[in-house]
């Protein structure tokens, strides 16, 4: 898998080689994109469910085809977020 997502706009866009650089590289997009998402304290409800998302995503994928997805990350943290 090799995906390219910019670092930033004012960057070159960088190889992704692994679901961690993956993951990482949409959290750090995501929150640099949406900075009302951040609360004042840092944290970032909507972002971290975001990266819970993508993980199950990556779970699911890989339970189906039977195959562990190489460089999972652990999600960030775990969040209950009200619908």
């Known amino acids: 898998m090799q995906v390219e997502l910019s670092q930033s706009t004012t960057t070159r866009p960088r190889q992704i080689r692994s679901y961690a650089e993956l993951q990482e590289q949409l959290h750090h997009d995501l929150r640099a994109q949406h900075p009302e ?4 304290n840092g944290n970032s409800p909507r972002v971290d ?9 990556i ?25």
């Open 37 to 40: 998402w951040i609360d004042a």
């Open 49 to 57: 469910w975001y990266d819970q998302r993508l993980a199950e995503l």
């Open 59 to 83: 779970a699911l994928f890989q339970s189906v085809n039977k195959q562990p997805v190489k460089g999972l990350a652990t999600p960030v943290m775990h969040i209950a977020l009200a619908a």
